[in-house]
């Protein structure tokens, strides 16, 4: 029965490498930020530059918010199609943090203004035109593939919701 500590040990060594490897993808969610106001900043730009805007709703805390925000600023082809189209942010909530009741306020109103998408889980994308319309909720997990995302389905749904591609229609 050597077999059980090899065992182990490979679990073990597996577990900390996922760790580790998670660790290493950057922080891109600032919660000292009034999420009301960063969504303000963000459709102010994109009225000026004719884009619409995508939240990404999550935190650092969330593994698949981190991948999807890595994923998507690794690829230059990916990175452009968002960049020419969309005024992208990481608005940072915790469903299950004790927040201060100011910003516990903050977040019921965000939370309403985006149309309460954390229904979805996290991360959760939500489009909004320049007026701050919700024009589309996005779960995540559809664009998922695998223990990451999948590149054809991540593309498909910024092109689909790209400003050119809505006002067609």
């Known amino acids: 029965m050597k077999l059980k500590p090899l065992f182990l040990l490979i679990v073990a060594a597996t577990i900390s490498l996922a760790a580790s490897a998670q660790n290493g993808l950057k922080k891109v969610y600032d919660d000292t930020l009034n999420p009301l106001e960063q969504i303000d900043k963000a459709l102010e730009q994109a009225r000026h ?19 999807l925000a890595h994923f998507i600023s690794s690829d230059e082809t990916l990175n452009k199609l968002v960049d020419d189209n969309f005024v992208y942010i990481h608005v940072s909530y915790n469903p299950h943090d004790e927040a201060t009741p100011e910003k516990a306020g903050q977040n019921a109103l965000m939370l309403q203004r ?7 889980g996290y991360p959760v994308l939500i489009v909004l035109d320049g007026e701050g319309h919700v024009l589309h ?3 995540s997990g559809y664009l998922e593939e695998g223990k990451g995302y ?11 919701w790209s400003p050119a591609a809505v006002r067609q229609h």
């Open 150 to 160: 999948d590149m054809d389905k991540v593309t498909r749904f910024f092109r689909n």
């Open 137 to 139: 909720i996005q779960d």
């Open 114 to 120: 985006l149309g309460n998408p954390s229904r979805f």
């Open 49 to 67: 530059d004719d884009k619409f805007v995508v939240c990404q709703l999550g935190g650092n805390w969330c593994p698949w918010c981190l991948r």
